[in-house]
């Protein structure tokens, strides 16, 4: 087994689909990985079950109202409580802090993540919003500070892994798997009739409920496209999106001779978590492996764009830059909840996103602060486009 010096890693959004997995891929690391602290927004029950088994250094209660109205007395002794947003900030600052696993969803996560990466830590990202938000301003901040971003997405994971078949400039391009959700075979008729829990049975993958939504919608690849375009510093033009219902492909990388890299593995987030946080080592296998043994078959099949228009938006914005894509990440996410709540219809949450991506006045440039009020203004016009 490769050793290394013993990480301590921040876990933040713990009480999410990802910090859970996270803190199980911590905890079966033999004490390579310690948990110095944890955080989460509202589950502040879950969030204080976590640090009675993990005793972290701090735990962070980033909703400050439902902090004060919380109860503290189980907390364990050795557990400081920080609060709100500068709670974030002092963890992800402290020098003992190796890792950042940013966990957080949604735009909700970026001023962490920034934080963190102005502090020189690495930062192993689930949160993909970040990316897609702020790219441009993420990817240069993180090569100014010599920070690093590790990616958790399992398909950028996957990715990270098969480049290193070969050199950067000798890349043809990207291909993102897509398992193309529940309505990969659904014809546009039978799209209209899409309930709520129609949308939240996801054949392969077992996530929290936003995130299963868009990989219905894919508007999840179509956020990766974006993602992966300043991950990898690759244009566009040359990213490539194909279904591949088994999930066990995360997705290939084609080298200029031809030569096709893919990284396999049953379907878990444990893995990529795994993988980001002992980079540059890997450590015993956490997931089910692959069975050999019995007989089986990968499918790939281009995605049908008029069934899934909104890979199309995502190739927009990763051309386009600029504040696009924190448009159509806050839209979509408004637009999501929406449906969520039954407020809208399964098939209006891309036309919704297309149609406040239409009317916002774009910023080629744009600063940390630019990019928040678009994300403010998005999600006001999905407001107004919901009620309209
Ligand atoms: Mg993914």
């Known amino acids: 087994m490769s050793t290394f010096a013993t990480k301590n890693v921040a876990v933040l959004g713990?009480?999410?689909?990802?910090?859970?997995?996270?803190?199980?891929?911590?905890?079966?690391?033999?004490?390579q990985l310690q948990t110095i602290a944890l955080s989460a927004h509202a589950k502040l029950d879950r969030?204080?079950?976590?640090?009675?088994?993990?005793?972290?250094?701090?735990?962070?209660?980033?909703?400050?109202?439902?902090a004060q109205n919380y109860d503290w007395a189980s907390l364990p002794?050795?557990?400081?409580?920080?609060?709100?947003?500068?709670?974030?900030?002092?963890?992800v600052e402290c020098p003992d802090v190796d890792i950042v696993l940013a966990g957080i969803v949604g735009s909700a996560g970026l001023r962490s993540t920034w934080k963190a990466l102005e502090a020189q830590k690495t930062v192993a990202l689930a949160n993909k919003e970040t990316l897609v938000m702020g790219g441009q301003l993420i990817v240069q901040?993180?090569?100014?500070?010599?920070?690093?971003?590790?990616?958790?997405?399992?398909?950028?994971?996957?990715?990270?892994?098969?480049?290193?078949?070969?050199?950067v400039q000798e890349v043809e391009r990207i291909v993102l798997t897509a398992s193309g959700g529940p309505f990969r075979g659904t014809s546009p008729e039978e799209l209209l009739q899409v309930t709520v829990s129609d949308a939240l049975d996801h054949p392969t993958w077992d996530m929290g409920p936003k995130i299963t939504v868009d990989s219905a919608t894919m508007m999840n690849k179509a956020l990766e496209i974006i993602e992966a375009r300043w991950l990898f510093g690759v244009p566009a033009e040359q990213i490539e999106v194909v279904i591949h219902p088994q999930s066990i492909v995360h997705s290939l990388v084609e080298f200029i001779d031809g030569s096709v890299i893919a990284q396999m593995s049953s379907p878990d987030m444990k893995l990529p978590i795994q993988y980001a946080l002992c980079h540059p080592h890997r450590q015993p296998c956490v997931v089910n492996r692959i069975d050999w043994s019995n007989p089986m078959h990968f499918d790939f099949e281009p995605p049908d764009p008029e069934r899934f228009p909104a890979l199309e938006l995502g190739y927009q914005c990763a051309r386009s830059g600029g504040t696009s894509g924190a448009v159509l990440n806050a839209a979509n996410e408004a637009a999501v909840a929406a449906f969520l709540e039954g407020k809208i219809h399964f098939t209006e949450i891309v036309s919704a996103c297309r149609s406040v991506l239409e009317e916002h006045l774009f910023i080629a440039s744009p600063s940390?602060?630019?990019?928040?009020?678009?994300d403010d203004w998005a999600r006001n016009e999905i407001s107004r486009w919901v009620c309209a």
């Open 47 to 66: 969030l204080v079950a976590q640090a009675r088994r993990v005793k972290p250094r701090w735990i962070v209660a980033t909703d400050q109202v439902a």
């Open 368 to 374: 940390l602060e630019e990019l928040i009020s678009c």
């Open 141 to 167: 901040l993180a090569k100014e500070c010599n920070a690093h971003i590790m990616p958790i997405d399992s398909e950028h994971s996957a990715i990270f892994q098969a480049l290193q078949g070969g050199r």
């Open 77 to 91: 002794p050795e557990t400081k409580l920080l609060v709100g947003d500068a709670g974030l900030q002092q963890v």
């Open 14 to 31: 713990s009480t999410g689909s990802i910090g859970t997995n996270a803190l199980e891929v911590i905890s079966s690391s033999d004490g």
